[in-house]
Structures are given as structure tokens and as C-alpha cells.
């Protein structure tokens, strides 16, 4: 005995495995393209971070900075610290609850840029003792640009205050009141490996899941698939 084929379930199904299919194979296709550009940056920082320093860029440079061409690159630079002018952000460490020490480094050509001389782990909550070199000093380390925004837990900035969460450097030295500072600031390279601050902090590891991801979504776009297919089977062996 045959049965009629039901259509509105039918076309309920269809709709429900069309926008299934659409949206985990897109899904897919997106993880697919975000793990070329992961694999791509992890080239293009790894050539960079063992590259020979080049000079940091100067001012009339930095409207072409862009993080895709300039982020991670060796640079070197040189001038005078602004110790009175320091800033201490918070972060977590191999060394426990530190902070990160970001110091102004004025330039003979009259700019500033702020250096990340590295971490200073915290004694009871407030900041360990370390040096703060005089005079002429040379930074080499890895061009950095703005952490504008804040990560999900993050607190604010709070300029008023002067008290900082975050290397937000436009922020930061437009609150100090640099009339010419850079829209970057430089990660020192390690120099002393047991004195502080301890440079050479940056991370430069990256997690790469794009595939995993992908094989996931594009399992659940061939399950949606074979689901709808078991269903028209269905239907068919009803006639």
C-alpha cells in the first residue's frame, strides 16, 4: 500500500536542511580562510622576530604604519628616558602578578615613543625595585602598535586618573601631553636576564584551532546532509 508523499513536513525539511547546510559549510569556508591568514602571520612574524633590527620609523612614517606590514618587526632606536613620565600596567607573568613598566624614550629628533622595558613582578602589590638607566640609552626590540581595546574582563583606562589597564600608547601620551609621540611603542628585547625590568616578553606564539574548527562545521554540514537524504529516503519508500 502506497502513501502520499507529505509535503509540508517535506518542505519544512528541506527549508531546515538548506539554511543548515548554508550556514555550517559558510562556517567551514570561513575557518578554512582564517587558517591561511593564522598560517600566514605565523610567517610573516617568525621572519620578522629573527630579522636584523631596522631604525624605528619617525614621524613621517607613522601615517603608513599598519599592523598587517609593520607589527613584529626588529626595530632599533635611541635617545633618553622619561622616568617621571613611566607608566606601570598590570599583567599576569611567568613570575607571577607583575607589571608591565612602559617608559617614554625621547628621541634627538624631538619624538617620543613609548618602550615596554618588560615586567617588574609585584611584592605585596606594589612593583619590585628596578633600575631606570640615565642618559643616551639604545632600545632594540619588536615595533608594537596600540592595544586600543579592551580584552572581555578587561577594566578601562582611566586617564583621569592616570591609571591604565591597557597599552592603549594614543591614549596614554596624548593624556601625558606628548605633542609628537608615536601611534606605536617598541617591546624591549631582553638585556639582563636577572635584573628588571625583564625585557623580552613578548609573545610571539600563536594558537592555530582554524582546522579543528573547520573539520567540525564541515562534519556537522555533512550530518545536516545525510539526515535530509535518510529523510527523502523515507519519504520515497512510502509510495
Do not use: C
Request: aromatic share 10%.
Amino acid at each position: 500500500m502506497s502513501h502520499p508523499v507529505r509535503w509540508p513536513r517535506l518542505a519544512l525539511a528541506t527549508l531546515l536542511a538548506a539554511i543548515g547546510l548554508a550556514g555550517f559549510l559558510s562556517l567551514g569556508i570561513w575557518q578554512v580562510q582564517r587558517l591561511h591568514w593564522k598560517l600566514d602571520l605565523i610567517e610573516r612574524v617568525d621572519a620578522r622576530v629573527t630579522a636584523d633590527p631596522v631604525p624605528a620609523p619617525g614621524p613621517a612614517d607613522w601615517p603608513e604604519i599598519t599592523r598587517e606590514d609593520d607589527e613584529y618587526t626588529r626595530v632599533r632606536l635611541s635617545g633618553e628616558y622619561l622616568h617621571d613620565e613611566e607608566v606601570l600596567i598590570y599583567t599576569p607573568s611567568d613570575f607571577g602578578p607583575a607589571d608591565w613598566v612602559l617608559t617614554p624614550l625621547h628621541r634627538d629628533d624631538g619624538s617620543i615613543v613609548m618602550v615596554n622595558r618588560g615586567v617588574v613582578p609585584q611584592r605585596q602589590g606594589e612593583p619590585a625595585a628596578f633600575d631606570r638607566p640615565e642618559g643616551k640609552v639604545s632600545v632594540t626590540g619588536l615595533l608594537r602598535l596600540s592595544e586600543d581595546e579592551g580584552w572581555l574582563f578587561s577594566r578601562d583606562n582611566n586617564p583621569a586618573e592616570q591609571k591604565w589597564y591597557r597599552r592603549d600608547i594614543g591614549s596614554i601620551t596624548e593624556t601625558k601631553g606628548f605633542e609628537q609621540a608615536a601611534p606605536y611603542f617598541v617591546d624591549a628585547e631582553m638585556t639582563d636576564a636577572e635584573g628588571w625590568p625583564r625585557g623580552g616578553q613578548t609573545v610571539v606564539k600563536f594558537r592555530n584551532a582554524h582546522l579543528s574548527y573547520a573539520l567540525t562545521w564541515f562534519a556537522l554540514a555533512a550530518l545536516v546532509a545525510a539526515g535530509y537524504g535518510l529523510l527523502l529516503w523515507q519519504e520515497v519508500r512510502r509510495k
